[in-house]
């Protein structure tokens, strides 16, 4: 069956193929992130389902995190070595199946796990999407392509919370999950007929190697550490089980970093971090995660349980700040390709920043404009940053590792988001702590006191605060990248 997947077919043979392969990552790319964006949004209710609190909801998104993290780099490399389009077909098999999975769970464990099987395929297709765009346009049109992809990620956002809110309100949330199984089907459907497995890059021939213990080493780093700053959270820093696992990351990524340096065909090639524009890239792309997943992640709360909004509302006020990704990534990365990325690298990092400061204003009785113009400001400078970035750190990388290391952006972008979503926790929960408040999100409901919504509230403007200087640390990074590209 497998070897179907690598017949030529009427798509590969056109002059605008580059196109239609476009057309089928970026069916892929909505699906992922309207997943994302409706599930978001769906947790509240998923909560209320179960009768359970929000911090073990929470794991619904840090299991499928967790999963992608730590598959990412081995679906990429195995990309490179059997072919693309039979990782990304395979992928889209896998989180069909999750999704439907998702959809018929009967508890919250039985959820958290179905979610897993859906993280496994997310970073087959995650990990070899990025990739095939680049082959199939070239490294002239290389950042064009990813603004592109950019803006599909923009719809996505803008779709996700907005169908997916009034899913929840008319539906129930497991219509979210069905609807995610049934585009999960269309993208199948499209990647099987459009790509062609030779075009789409990697396969026996380039390089047959897969660096198993690397692999291991990388999965074990990732998971340790991401669950540490899970758990702290949630348990202390000072736990047994924190200090077990910070334990572990630091071992495991000793181990790695010696073993990828050592063998003949690492699974990641750790000399790239030699290239100052590489490591500036990665560097400015982690931080800028880590510094706007907590904006994505806590706004529902607050407008839900502190302005009192619905969540099928919340999906339209989040529309106009997502809808700004879709304009500014195509425009982006097409005039990076023209005019180099430092200026859009360091002016899209400071225009975010720029949006965070106006966050950090919001109190109890705040207006839904101050978070729909922070959001937006926020939004469009990240929208502009991310295509050029990643069109910088691809410029150094050969065609033969396109999906190793698109896979590692991906896995930069999905850590920072665990990690994001851990720190502002513990930043929010810390701060209700201090304020006399249970040191919890589960406290914050619909029948929570001013006092408690209040110190939410402190909680949040702190969070911002602290994203507002990682995004300063993301543009002072960008300033080191070269100023033209060609």
């Keep these: ?35 994302h964006g409706s599930v978001n ?13 929000l911090p073990t909801t929470q794991w619904i998104v840090i299991g499928y995190g967790l ?5 990412l780099l081995p679906m990429g490399r195995l990309s490179d070595i059997v072919g693309r389009k039979i990782i990304f077909v395979l992928g889209f098999i896998v989180f069909t199946a999750g999704g439907f999975l998702a959809a018929v769970s009967l508890n919250v464990e039985f959820l958290i796990g179905a ?10 297709t995650q990990g070899t999407s990025m990739a095939m765009v680049i082959s199939a346009f070239g490294d002239k049109d290389r950042g064009k392509a990813l603004g592109l ?12 919370p907005a169908v997916g809110g009034f899913l929840v309100d008319y539906l129930g949330w497991e219509s979210v999950m069905y609807t995610t199984a049934g585009l999960g089907v269309v993208s199948l459907i499209v990647a099987t007929v459009i790509l062609d497995a030779t075009r789409s890059g990697g396969g026996p021939g380039v390089d047959d190697s897969f660096d198993w213990l690397g692999a291991t080493f990388s999965a074990f780093t990732l998971i340790s550490l991401l669950l540490a700053l899970t758990l702290g959270s949630r348990y202390g820093w000072d736990s047994l089980s924190v200090i077990t696992a910070f334990g572990i990351f630091v071992t495991s990524a000793t181990l790695f970093i010696w073993w990828e340096l050592y063998v003949e065909s690492p699974m990641l090639n750790l000399r790239l971090f030699g290239t100052g524009l590489f490591t500036a890239g990665v560097l400015a792309s982690w931080v800028s995660f880590l ?16 302005l009192g909004f619905s969540p099928s509302m919340i999906g339209w006020i989040i529309v106009p700040s997502a809808f700004c990704m879709v304009i500014a990534g195509p425009i982006s990365g097409r005039l990076s390709d023209k005019y180099g990325w430092r200026i859009f690298n360091v002016g899209g990092m400071l225009v975010a920043a720029l949006g965070l400061l106006m966050l950090v204003n919001l109190d109890v009785k705040s207006s839904v404009l101050l978070v729909l113009a922070g959001m937006v400001v926020q939004t469009l400078g990240s929208g502009t ?67 408690i919504l209040s110190a939410f509230t402190a909680g949040l403007r702190n969070t911002f ?22």
């Excluded at 300063?472 to 060609?486: P, W």
Aim: charged share 5%; aromatic share 10%; with cysteine.
């Design 385 to 451: 940053f991310w295509p050029s970035n990643n069109s910088s750190v691809m410029s150094v990388v050969s065609p033969a590792s396109y999906g190793v290391i698109s896979s590692f952006m991906n896995l930069v972008r999905n850590s920072g988001n665990v990690v994001g979503i851990a720190v502002s926790t513990a930043i929010v929960t810390e701060t209700m702590g201090s304020m006399g408040h249970p040191p919890t999100l589960s406290a914050i409901n619909d029948s929570s006191g001013l006092p």
């Design 291 to 306: 510094g706007t997943q907590p904006v994505r992640f806590l706004i529902p709360f607050y407008l839900q349980f502190v």
């Design 115 to 124: 979610k897993i099987i859906q993280g496994i395929g997310s970073a087959m």
């Design 149 to 160: 992809t950019m803006s599909v990620v923009g719809a996505g956002a803008v779709v996700g």
């Design 41 to 53: 949004v769906a947790l509240p209710s998923i909560a209320d389902h179960f009768q359970t609190d």
């Design 1 to 35: 069956m497998l070897s179907n997947f690598g017949s030529r077919n009427s798509f590969g043979s056109l002059t605008n193929y580059k196109w239609w392969v476009l057309f089928a990552v970026s069916v892929g790319l909505f699906t992922s992130v309207f997943d």
């Design 465 to 486: 605060w602290v994203c507002f200087g990682l995004t300063l640390v993301g543009a002072a990074a960008s300033l080191v990248t070269m100023t033209k590209n060609r």
């Design 67 to 71: 999963t992608i993290a730590a598959l």
